[in-house]
């Protein structure tokens, strides 16, 4: 027996098109019926009245995937492994400090580049080139470089935290608390600690400086405009108040 209390689902025009335009944008079975407050099978059952072909799981994981985080399951599981210091070309080998390959993947790359040299070849895409890495490479490099410390940039601000100083080029990470002499001897430096900082999601503990700001906060403990700041507060606050 069917339960004849439960009003049966009949959306309005507006709602049968506002379905069908969520659905086919990305968003998923079980969030449109939540939605509407009706069951899965529910909206399942309308769309194909409607003649609006179905995901399969597969499509709808990978479609989920890319919606959250816009990588390819290769980039992400390549981003996983150099999260859990293994090599990023095997992702299962644990790698030494200062590497990204294990020792067998390090020994094949080197192998493979000092061939592409000997050939004449780009040792990095293997076409014909006279420098050791082509253009084309070196562009798409640099292109990769730029786009993982903009980033970084986004993800902990794009001015000094000390003296407000936003000219990019100027403008370096820092450890809050100390310690990055510690993990610049662990091998996270330039580039390779920007990549740690990505692949664990931008933890905290890190802020934005200038290179002026850095420099004076390792060799005095202490940034002069923040000492500045500290010393005019204080001032401040041995003024008397009169009413």
Known sequence: MTDSSKPRFNPTEEQRRDIVARYQA???????????????????????????????????????????DGLTNQQRRTARAIADRRCRSCRTAPV????????????????????????????????????????????????WRQELRDAVLDAYGRSCACCGETLVDTLCIDHINGGGSKERRAGLTGYTFYRWLKANGFPPGFETLCGACNLAKRNKSECPHQAQIRQMLEHIAKIPLTY
Request: positive net charge.
């Open 96 to 143: 030494a400090p200062r590497r990204r390959l294990c020792e067998s993947c390090l020994a094949a790359s080197r192998n493979r580049s000092a061939q592409r040299r000997a050939a004449g070849l780009c040792h990095g895409c293997g076409e014909p080139s006279t420098a050791p890495t082509c253009p084309s490479c070196r562009a798409g490099m640099k292109s």
């Open 26 to 68: 990305g968003e998923s079975i079980c969030e449109l019926a939540r939605s509407f407050g009706v069951q899965d099978d529910t909206i399942r059952r309308f769309l194909t009245r409607q003649n609006v072909p179905l995901r399969s799981v597969s499509e709808a994981v990978r479609l989920k995937r890319s919606i959250n």
